[in-house]
C-alpha cells in the first residue's frame, strides 16, 4: 500500500523566502505525482502534475521535482509570497492499488509580510 | 468553464436518512472520484470510476454507494448515514488516468446528528 509522508508538517517565514517543501512515498510504480494546494475549507487547486518518465515541472514560481527510484518529490517555492499560504499537498498516482491518488499529509504554509 | 460541480456545498442530516451527493464535470472526463476528508486522517478514496458503468472500491467505501450511468454525473449515495460519516467530502476527475491532472470540486460539508 501507498503511504506518503510530508516534511514539514507546518512552516513559517517571512515573506520573500525561497522554500522547499518536501514529499515522501513508498511505492515507486507511479503514474505521475501531483502537487496541489488547499486553502481553508476550500478545494484543492491543482498546482503541478510530474509525470513518472519526467524530472521536474516548473509554473511561474514554483518547481516541483521527482526522483522515483527514490520516492522523493520537492517542491520550491520562489520569493514567497503572503497570498502563498495554504495548505500543500502531494499525491503519487500509483498502478497498484486501482491506480488511485494517495494523499500526504500536507504542509501548511504561513508567509507573514 | 471547465469545472467540477458539487451539490449541495452543506448538508446537515440525521442518522439512518438516505442522501445523495451530486457530482457533475463538465469536460468529457473518464475518471471520477470520491474523497472524504479528516482532521488527523487526510484525504482518503472512498470510490473511483474509469469509465461509465465501471466503479470500483477506494481505501473506505464502507457506508457508500456510487453508479456511474453517464459520464458526466458520479452520484455519492449514503444509504443510512451514520455520525461517523461527518465529513468534508470532495469530488474529482480527470481526462485519464496517467497522463492528466485531477481537478476537485468545491467541496460538500456533511454533518450527520
Known amino acids: 500500500k501507498q503511504e506518503v509522508t510530508q516534511i514539514p508538517a507546518a512552516l513559517s517565514v517571512p515573506e520573500g523566502e525561497n522554500l522547499v517543501l518536501n514529499c515522501s512515498f513508498t511505492d515507486s510504480a507511479i503514474y505521475n505525482l501531483q502537487w496541489f494546494r488547499q486553502d481553508p475549507g476550500k478545494g484543492l487547486t491543482s498546482l503541478l502534475l510530474?509525470?513518472?518518465?519526467?524530472r521536474e515541472q516548473t509554473s511561474g514560481r514554483l518547481n516541483a521535482s521527482l526522483d522515483k527510484s527514490s520516492g522523493r518529490s520537492t517542491l520550491y517555492i520562489a520569493a514567497s509570497q503572503p497570498g502563498d499560504s495554504a495548505t500543500y499537498l502531494c499525491a503519487p498516482r500509483s498502478y497498484n492499488a486501482g491506480n488511485m491518488l494517495t494523499f500526504g499529509g500536507g504542509t501548511r504554509l504561513m508567509v507573514k509580510p | 468553464e471547465a469545472q467540477v460541480t458539487q451539490n449541495p456545498r452543506y448538508l446537515i442530516t440525521v442518522t439512518g436518512k438516505k442522501l445523495t451527493v451530486t457530482c457533475s464535470q463538465n469536460m468529457n472526463h473518464e475518471y471520477m472520484s470520491w474523497y472524504r476528508q479528516d482532521p488527523g486522517l487526510g484525504l482518503r478514496q472512498i470510490y473511483y470510476?474509469?469509465?461509465?458503468?465501471?466503479?470500483d472500491k477506494g481505501d473506505v467505501p464502507e457506508g457508500y454507494k456510487v453508479s456511474r450511468k453517464e459520464k458526466r454525473n458520479f452520484p455519492l449515495i449514503l444509504e443510512s448515514p451514520s455520525p461517523n460519516q461527518t465529513s468534508l467530502y470532495f469530488c474529482?476527475?480527470?481526462?485519464?488516468?496517467?497522463?492528466?491532472?485531477?481537478?476537485f470540486g468545491n467541496g460538500t460539508r456533511l454533518t450527520v446528528t
Open positions: 510530474i509525470q513518472s518518465s519526467q
Open positions: 470510476s474509469m469509465n461509465v458503468e465501471v466503479t
Open positions: 474529482a476527475s480527470s481526462l485519464q488516468i496517467a497522463n492528466s491532472p485531477l481537478h
